[in-house]
């Protein structure tokens, strides 16, 4: 059974750093990939980055870039999303999924995530 736990969100000033944790099991990154999504209140869900197995490249939102990292610790089963300089339009929920996949027109394709974890960003 896939499951994904995210923690490690929380409140945090414009400039600010977090970095989200996503405890995974009955899966592995390297073989399914991953990614993270987020969606903010009144907003449709937004794909963060996407970490694909088919070609071992992880794709960024263009939002994101240059501001978001991933990186695992295998013997953990744990990924993280390490996000600097944030900003208030980062405030949203963060997932992470199962299963990414980068769609032909740039979108991510995500299975299985966990319950989410909130970061708000203030200015």
């Known amino acids: 059974e896939v499951q994904l736990v995210e923690s490690g969100g929380g409140l945090v000033q414009v400039g600010g750093s977090l970095r989200l944790s996503c405890a995974t099991s009955g899966f592995t990154s390297d073989d399914y990939g991953i990614g993270w999504f987020r969606q903010a209140p009144g907003k449709e869900r937004e794909g963060v980055l996407c970490?694909?197995?088919?070609?071992?490249?992880?794709y960024f939102a263009d939002s994101v870039k240059g501001r978001f990292t991933i990186s695992s610790d295998n013997a953990k089963n744990t990924v993280y999303l390490q996000m600097n300089g944030l900003k208030p339009e980062d405030t949203a929920v963060y997932y992470c999924?199962?299963?990414?996949?980068?769609?032909?027109?740039?979108?991510?394709?995500?299975?299985?995530w966990g319950q989410g974890t909130q970061v708000t960003v203030s200015s």
């Open positions: 999924a199962a299963d990414c996949t980068v769609l032909a027109g740039g979108n991510f394709m995500m299975g299985s």
């Open positions: 970490f694909s197995s088919r070609d071992g490249v992880t």
